[in-house]
């Protein structure tokens, strides 16, 4: 096992292990997509006072905790090549800044649309809202830095110093529906006794979030085999590769 793990941190070895699990999680993702869209959509039931306006969290929910998720797993990648100096870590958490971006962007922009019906306002500064905007601020800096440096491996310590310094972020998104008084609504799924959702909501619910992760894990795996590409280039092994393809 730890032969294994030894292997998946050397590039060529990670490149191969990643090829083969691309179609599996690529199959997956189109599953529970599949599965969660149809029951969220048209299987569950309206909601008593929102209607139909409700369905939207099927998308938007799932997309704000993967932006979250994806944020705590490039700060962790980070931390791992800033101390041990692996390449592969700092492939991870470059491969995470464009995806995690993207969800956060489209948390914020579901949110908008949710927004509008239930509380008369496309965007209103509220801590949550407010916070997940700086969080889409943050993965835009850690992708234009990095892109601003022509040194991958500099580039990659500087954009894992201000991950790491963003992570403060993250429980301020989090707890932000304690700490203040915020138009957005509490933890419904999270609760220590019971998530105040029906059971026909919240399984659909938790499909979705499966199938973001899956879909995270495919397009992670995709972007890092092409990063590892682009800075192995020069390695036999890589010539090997684009000579058999």
Request: aromatic fraction near 14%; charge should be positive; include cysteine.
């Amino acid at each position: 096992m730890w032969t294994f793990f030894h292997k998946l941190g050397s590039p060529r070895y990670f490149y191969t292990y990643a090829g083969r699990l691309l179609p599996w999680l690529a199959v997956l993702t189109l599953i529970l997509f599949g599965v969660g869209l149809y029951w969220g959509l048209v299987v569950a039931p309206a909601d008593y006072q929102q209607g139909e306006s409700y369905r939207i969290i099927f998308i938007h929910v799932p997309a704000a905790w993967m932006s979250m998720f994806v944020y705590m797993v490039m700060a962790g990648a980070g931390a791992i090549a800033l101390i041990w100096k692996m390449k592969l870590a700092e492939v991870v958490a470059i491969s995470c800044a464009p995806i995690g971006a993207s969800f956060t962007a489209l948390a914020l922009v579901t949110g908008m649309l949710w927004g509008k019906p239930m509380w008369g306002a496309y965007w209103v500064w509220d801590a949550r809202l407010t916070s997940e905007l700086i969080l889409l601020f943050l993965y835009l800096g850690v992708i234009s830095l990095y892109s601003a440096i022509e040194d991958t491996r500099t580039a990659s310590r500087a954009a894992a110093i201000l991950a790491l310094v963003g992570v403060v972020n993250i429980p301020i998104i989090h707890y932000s529906v304690v700490w203040w008084n915020t138009l957005h609504q509490g933890a419904t799924i999270t609760k220590l006794d019971q998530p105040s959702m029906d059971t026909r909501m919240l399984i659909p619910l938790l499909i979705m979030a499966v199938a973001f992760k899956a879909y995270f894990g495919m397009v992670l795996l995709m972007r890092a085999r092409c990063e590892v590409l682009e800075r192995e280039r020069n390695s036999n092994w890589v010539r090997e590769v684009v000579q058999l393809s």
